[in-house]
């Protein structure tokens, strides 16, 4: 650690109730969109009763100009604090639909946990580094080994996890076309009589129905759990329109007498055996997380909604820092989007099977107004 640093005095409490000083390196830092992170060294006010003297923690400081510096650091630690006590109370409600429902839940022992931020005043500066001054308040916390982004602030699986993803279903698809060129399948002539009356319906009862038929009459929870799976099925090289005119008529078929079970378990019988629109938590990437994000948005009843989730996983134990998270009252700092970013991140939200035990999310998205300050009382 260079003589040259940043330095406090005091901290505000830990878990422990100890209070830590910081010696934070000035010339080794990171800048994002809004906060700008250094390595520091952790100094124990109390060495006996805290082993942590000497640690490396991460400090973070405001990356914007004339901010107030105070006011900033305890948005961090609210946001810090609501992610913590939602995180439990989920940990919790996993625990319990695991004792209840075994077959449908696979998340029996996994926990999710975000690192506690604390707040400090800078103390002493360094003459080269002509950024920060003394009072400026700064958070830290625990560096998270592994490091590894997972949802980013629009609520999409990070950049590298999908392309690993879409280089394996390419993969994978590649070898079951060569497959099937190779040893084509015959299709008996009973199902090929089945599909050719299906499709005959449907062609019949097309023009009924309007392209907009969703925007019409929006989806039930089950009907969009049933699109999601429909969209699957169909895979991204379709062409938009004609996928749209597809979600349509199915949507106009169920609506119309067509009597299609919409569990997970469903097979689309009328067409092909082959062909299922069957769920599973495993083509779901951190399934976990995506579950927590609908959980944060009921817990805070609509008002806010998480994502930005980051950090490391090891044996199903999920171990984050400071989230991003978008309110209605844009009440979480610079990053918080208000309801168009909640927005964005419900619509890149995908439903795992326990999100059937929650409400819709736009249906509680719908019912939550926005408000001058946060309630707290929800959670």
Not at 273 to 294: A, G, K, N, W
Request: aromatic share 8%; with cysteine; charged share 25%.
């Amino acid at each position: 650690m260079p003589s040259l640093s940043l330095g406090t005095l005091k901290s505000s409490p830990d878990e422990r109730g100890n209070c830590h000083r910081l010696s934070i390196d000035a010339l080794s830092s990171k800048s994002y969109e809004s906060i700008t992170t250094y390595q520091a060294q952790i100094y124990s006010n109390n060495r006996e009763s805290d082993p942590r003297d000497r640690e490396l923690v991460i400090a973070k400081f405001a990356a914007a100009k004339d901010v107030d510096t105070d006011r900033w650091a305890q948005c961090e630690l609210k946001k810090s604090e609501l992610a913590r006590k939602v995180a439990r109370k989920f940990n919790e409600f996993i625990r319990q639909v695991a004792l209840i429902r075994p077959r449908t839940c696979s998340f029996e022992g996994t926990r999710i946990d975000f690192v506690k931020s604390q707040t400090a005043t800078l103390d002493s500066t360094s003459f080269v580094h002509r950024k920060r001054k003394k009072g400026d308040c700064l958070v830290f916390e625990d560096i998270v080994e592994a490091f590894s982004h997972f949802i980013d602030i629009t609520g999409n699986v990070e950049i590298e996890s999908r392309q690993r993803s879409r280089s394996r279903s390419r993969s994978s698809s590649t070898s079951r076309r060569s497959s099937y060129q190779s040893n084509p399948i015959p299709i008996p002539a009973t199902h090929r009589d089945r599909r050719r009356s299906f499709l005959t319906t449907i062609e019949n009862r097309r023009d009924s129905y309007t392209s907009s038929i969703e925007s019409i009459t929006p989806p039930s929870y089950e009907e969009s759990e049933f699109l999601t799976r429909l969209d699957q099925l169909l895979g991204t090289h379709h062409d938009p329109s004609e996928t749209q005119r597809i979600r349509s008529l199915f949507l106009a078929i169920i609506r119309n007498g067509f009597n299609l079970d919409l569990r997970p378990s469903t097979s689309f019988n009328n067409i092909d055996d082959d062909v299922t629109v069957e769920c599973d938590d495993r083509d779901i990437p951190y399934s976990l997380l995506q579950t927590f994000v609908h959980f944060f948005l009921c817990q805070t009843s609509g008002q806010a909604v998480i994502c930005g989730l980051k950090g490391n996983k090891n044996n199903d134990q999920y171990k984050l820092t400071t989230p991003v998270i978008h309110s209605l009252g844009r009440h979480f700092g610079e990053r918080d989007g208000g309801e168009q970013a909640m927005r964005t991140v419900l619509e890149n939200h995908r439903c795992s099977q326990i999100c059937r035990n929650l409400p819709d999310v736009f249906s509680v998205l719908s019912q939550a107004s926005p408000s001058h300050t946060f309630n707290w009382q929800f959670v």
